[in-house]
């Protein structure tokens, strides 16, 4: 009998180290600290990466920015788009096994509208604390204060915490922000096993997520930060890092592709990249003027030698794909065009027209651009100066149009998954004084067809408003249309699963990836 | 007694100094550009919202009621919260500070193990290719920055030998929390734990490699100079004269005296590490408290900055005040002239 239960331990353990050794491990490295993993604090890249392993919303984003299923298995509209019904699993459940619940939702946006902070800006106006209910535990009711169409594609932001937990832990009336910046209280695919601060994050695959898991899922998922291309080969080197951040120089890409492990992912973004002008000053003030700086624009020699992306004809990433103008066209280099068009200003035969120029200080590509620009513009009657600020400083001149540079270098992407993300936020008057709307384009026209997309719910109509405006902003020419960022991404051969989300950092779920060599 | 005096008159000009510090550094945290509320909430924050956090956070009083506020709070032991990690920087520091202390020690430790040595033989030894190969090595320490040893470091041990771990305190997957003193070192030892002990061991020894080489040159070169000095004093003749042998002449009656200059240097190193190893650690990927304040500068975490500023201007004062009373014992006749003065 001793012997059997001996021979039973043996191939216990033979059983259980096998387990161990199958666990898959992801370890990516990141460029900047997780500020917070508070859902309703995160504002930045980094934390919404954390924010989408840990927590889930009652719906998340799809590859083509369509809003798919999470915690709510279905939701309708009422008629006048006021009122959004969510239906809940009923088998979701937080990582300590709490059922999720609708007083959990009810919670949650009490609790990101009370801390006022990250995602919090997207739902003034249309949310207030009184807005949600919860007729019963599986659903929970929106009443939005006023139509607000993209309204849908805001909800993924809210992340779900569980309640019982937060409020077990709330201090002083502080909605549990203190236990909440260090505790992991959702329900998302991961839980957080460990967390150095600034250095790096572990999270574990929780079984029982809600989702389910399907074949070859991460077991462990680590995060590094580092943003020094020396540390980052040498992980990939010792075989300690299985893909790259988003932010590497070529240099890395190259050298990790040359590894027999590692092959290199790149796809287009929502992310465009813009000269913005400032059309509240002079002589950017003047549309000719503007038009004159796209034409001596050298889009070719910034596509393939400083800043490789694809081509961007108006203000809208394709990857909006119902809503793009696709009959717009590239703009081209014209030294031509740049001088016909500075004719046509009132700033013609005035002798050189001044213009300032601004972009990050210390970002070898900006100041290429820079460069690029002020030659060409000096060849057709300009005289450039070029100010490289750092970001902080730009934060700070972009919130009066006096104080912002008649041009400067800005990349853009949406925030949540909708075409207002990009107009609303850059061109409407009620946005200005931000780096992100740093064109002050304040244009009557322009602000009704963006309320008006806001306000209809019905998409066929709004995606026709949205063409006409991105027509509309090319006609205008607030900004040189400069290009599409790429996104690329070192990682092992054996793991797959990527694929860019037009929303915050939301590719990095992985419960979307899988591993497919066997360990 | 006159020294106890001595020592408190400069306790009382410490403080004296760290409050001077805390204006200065208060006065240039609110002038580095850009909005920290705006910073802290993110880009596409509502105006209303940044005026709202800006009036929570005291930004709209006037800068000497700011300055009342975080002095009352400092007294307290409360730095305010970090904008950037949206938790206290008190909370913040007790997590940062002891990676960097525990990286700084293990540094002064082996540039006094290497440097003192070095610096003793290559005063034995005079112009010969020993005095030669420690001067080349000394200068090449002094003049390299510590990054770019660090780069190097990176490469050859990291990328082609793969023979020391490059990122981190600890290795990938370890669960071990250095809750007891903060020093995985200490802490692990403290739990018998013998692999955690080894693998922190192994993860400090590129970054404190890498900062060591500078207080390792000047170390031996200041070691080195001082033993030439005594060697020459008439007591040290003596010695000899009486037929002691030289390594008893070396330790004994050479190396105490020329030790103080070092010790000199020593203090105002390891005060200096505290600060400087910001670029060591984000290479090494290092959580210290270094590479904290680097963030908080690009991020204009203004309570973090001054967080930062403050605890190392304290070490320094502290560490400056400990090599005083060390001097001290080592050199009686400081003790003396120090309690008349």
Request: hydrophobic letters at 45%; one cysteine or more.
């Amino acid at each position: 009998m001793k012997r059997i239960l001996v021979v039973f331990l043996a191939l216990g353990a033979v059983a259980l180290s096998a387990v161990a050794l199958a666990a898959t491990t992801v370890t990516l490295n990141v460029v900047q600290i997780f500020g917070t993993i508070d859902p309703a604090k995160v504002t930045d890249y980094t934390g919404y990466m954390s924010a989408v392993n840990l927590y889930d919303g009652l719906v998340t984003v799809d590859k083509n920015g369509a809003i798919q299923p999470l915690l709510a298995s279905s939701w309708e509209a009422s008629s006048d788009a006021t009122t959004y019904t969510f239906h809940l699993r009923p088998n979701a459940t937080f990582h300590d096994g709490t059922p999720v619940t609708a007083s959990d939702v009810v919670y949650s946006v009490k609790r990101l509208l009370a801390i006022d902070q990250g995602p919090s800006y997207l739902f003034k106006g249309v949310l207030g604390p009184d807005s949600v209910t919860a007729p019963d535990p599986h659903t929970v009711v929106f009443h939005l204060q006023k139509v607000f169409s993209p309204f849908l594609a805001t909800v993924p932001l809210i992340f779900v915490v569980n309640s019982k937990v937060v409020q077990a832990n709330e201090k002083a009336g502080d909605w549990g922000q203190a236990y909440v910046a260090d505790h992991d209280v959702g329900s998302g695919p991961y839980m957080l096993e460990n967390w150095t601060r600034g250095s790096r994050m572990q999270l574990k695959r929780f079984d029982n997520y809600v989702m389910g898991w399907g074949k070859g899922p991460i077991d462990n998922l680590r995060f590094v930060v580092t943003n020094d291309e020396a540390t980052v080969r040498s992980l990939a080197a010792s075989g300690e890092l299985t893909m790259t951040s988003e932010f590497q120089a070529n240099e890395t890409y190259a050298a990790l592709a040359k590894m027999d492990r590692f092959r290199v992912v790149s796809q287009p973004t929502g992310t465009a990249f813009y000269l913005k002008l400032n059309t509240r000053v002079a002589p950017t003030d003047d549309v000719h003027i503007r038009r004159a700086i796209a034409c001596a624009t050298d889009y070719g020699t910034i596509l393939k030698s400083i800043y490789p992306g694809d081509p961007l004809a108006g203000p809208l990433p394709s990857v909006f794909k119902n809503d793009y103008l696709d009959t717009l066209k590239n703009p081209t280099f014209d030294l031509a065009c740049a001088k016909d068009e500075v004719g046509k200003s009132a700033y013609a035969g005035k002798g050189a027209i001044p213009l300032t120029f601004s972009y990050v200080a210390g970002t070898s590509f900006e100041e290429e651009i820079g460069l690029l620009m002020k030659s060409n513009l000096e060849k057709v009657g300009f005289k450039v100066t070029l100010d490289p600020e750092p970001w902080n400083r730009i934060t700070e001149i972009a919130s009066k149009a006096s104080t912002t540079p008649n041009v400067t270098e800005v990349f853009f992407g949406a925030t949540y998954a909708s075409p207002d993300s990009m107009f609303f936020t850059q061109y409407d008057s009620k946005a200005a004084g931000t780096w992100s709307s740093m064109e002050w384009l304040n244009d009557p026209a322009v602000d009704k067809m963006i309320a008006d997309a806001r306000a209809t719910t019905d998409p066929a109509k709004q995606a026709e408003i949205y063409k006409q405006l991105q027509q509309k902003l090319v006609d205008l020419q607030p900004d040189v249309f400069l290009l599409v960022q790429n996104v690329r991404h070192a990682m092992d051969k054996c793991l797959t699963g990527y694929n860019y989300v037009p929303v915050q950092s939301f590719d990095y779920n992985f419960h979307n990836y899988s591993w497919t060599c066997s360990n | 007694m006159e020294y106890f005096f001595f020592i408190v008159r400069r306790l009382l000009w410490s403080v004296l100094v760290l409050i001077g510090l805390s204006v200065v550094i208060f006065l240039i945290a609110r002038v580095v550009p850009g909005d920290p509320a705006r910073i802290a909430l993110g880009p596409l924050a509502t105006a209303e919202q940044v005026t709202n956090l800006r009036h929570k956070m005291g930004l709209d009083r006037p800068l000497y009621v700011q300055y009342g506020r975080y002095v009352s709070g400092l007294v307290r032991g409360d730095f305010g919260q970090s904008l950037l990690t949206q938790r206290s920087v008190a909370s913040d520091l007790r997590s940062a500070f002891p990676a960097t202390l525990e990286l700084v020690l293990v540094t002064i430790v082996l540039a006094m193990a290497l440097g003192i040595p070095t610096g003793v033989l290559a005063a034995r030894f005079k112009d010969s290719w020993v005095d030669n190969v420690s001067r080349v090595l000394s200068l090449f320490g002094v003049v390299t920055p510590s990054f770019f040893i660090a780069l190097l470091l990176q490469l050859l041990v990291g990328y082609f030998l793969h023979v020391l771990p490059v990122n981190g305190r600890l290795s990938p997957g370890a669960s071990f929390t250095p809750d007891i003193t903060g020093l995985v070192l200490i802490d692990a030892l403290l739990r018998g734990q013998p692999a955690v002990w080894l693998d922190g061991l192994r993860h400090l020894i590129l970054p404190a490699v890498s900062l060591a080489a500078a207080s390792l040159g000047q170390i031996a070169r200041i070691t080195r100079s001082s033993m030439i000095d005594v060697s020459r004093k008439d007591y040290v003749e003596a010695a000899r004269a009486f037929g002691i042998p030289d390594i008893v002449t070396t330790f004994k009656y050479m190396l105490k005296p020329s030790f103080i200059p070092t010790l000199t240097i020593l203090g105002l190193e390891f005060a200096s590490l505290l600060g400087n190893a910001f670029l060591v650690e984000m290479v090494f990927g290092w959580p210290g408290m270094a590479a904290y304040g680097v963030r908080a500068i690009l991020h204009k975490d203004f309570n973090a900055i001054m967080g930062v500023v403050m605890v190392t201007g304290a070490f320094f004062v502290l560490v400056n005040l400990l090599i005083d009373v060390l001097l001290g014992t080592f050199d009686p006749r400081i003790r003396i002239r120090g309690a008349r003065s």
